[in-house]
């Protein structure tokens, strides 16, 4: 069993930063492939970022240049680093694992999840 928990949200101005963690507990968790996925009220969840096993990372187009992920294995943490933040970022970031091979985009190939950390981006 993976443990996943998130930290870091809060509120910020539009324009602002703001960087959220995830730390796991459990199985090693450099095996795992780390997703960052986020659910804003009314919507679905939504893929925002995965980092795989090798560093190698992909980033949904509404936030690429603009959220960087990154991956600490001695410290069992994942990041998403937020920058330039805009109101239609407001939402609750889940960090999700998986073994799946590559990046999936796919919430449904996650595996385990985190309850999330709420992060409101004021205009």
């Known amino acids: 069993q993976v443990q996943l928990v998130e930290s870091g949200g809060g509120l910020v101005q539009a324009g602002g930063s703001l960087r959220v963690s995830c730390e796991t507990s459990g199985r090693t968790f450099s095996a795992y492939t780390m997703g960052w996925f986020r659910r804003a009220p009314g919507k679905e969840r939504e893929f925002v970022a995965a980092?795989?096993?090798?560093?190698?990372?992909l980033y949904a187009t509404s936030v690429k240049g603009r959220f960087t992920i990154s991956r600490d294995n001695a410290k069992n943490t994942v990041y998403l680093q937020m920058t330039s933040l805009k109101p239609e970022d407001t939402a609750d970031y889940l960090c999700?694992?998986?073994?799946?091979?590559?990046?999936?985009?796919?919430?449904?190939?996650?595996?385990?999840w985190g309850q999330g950390t709420q992060v409101t981006v004021s205009s």
């Open positions: 999700a694992a998986t073994v799946w091979l590559g990046l999936p985009v796919d919430a449904n190939q996650y595996v385990y």
């Open positions: 980092i795989g096993r090798s560093g190698n990372t």
